[in-house]
């Protein structure tokens, strides 16, 4: 879980960097290149939520069952949820 919000904190800053650049007075090819950047960004945000939700909903229901997974995105052995 630290490693998503580790992620989702770069990518935040980077996205804060990106609006910094922009400015009205900048080449409208440049701005469009610098939106769809952040437009990418915010996927990649969305994909950290999802993945989160399922860590936590899986260690809910392992910690419910006293069980744990080993598959992939589910919840190892010390109670940490892997991504991949």
């Not at 990418?40 to 069980?67: F, H, K, M, P, Y």
Request: hydrophobic share 30%; proline share 1%.
């Amino acid at each position: 879980m630290d490693e998503l919000f580790k992620l989702e904190q770069t990518i935040k800053d980077r996205i804060e960097q990106i609006r910094h650049k922009m400015h009205k007075t900048h080449n409208r090819a440049y701005t469009d290149s610098l939106w769809t950047e952040i437009e990418t960004l915010n996927w990649v945000l969305n994909e950290i939520l999802v993945l989160s939700r399922n860590c936590n909903a899986q260690s809910q229901a392992s910690d419910e069952t006293g069980s744990h997974s080993n598959g992939i995105g589910a919840s190892s052995q010390n109670g940490s949820c892997s991504p991949l």
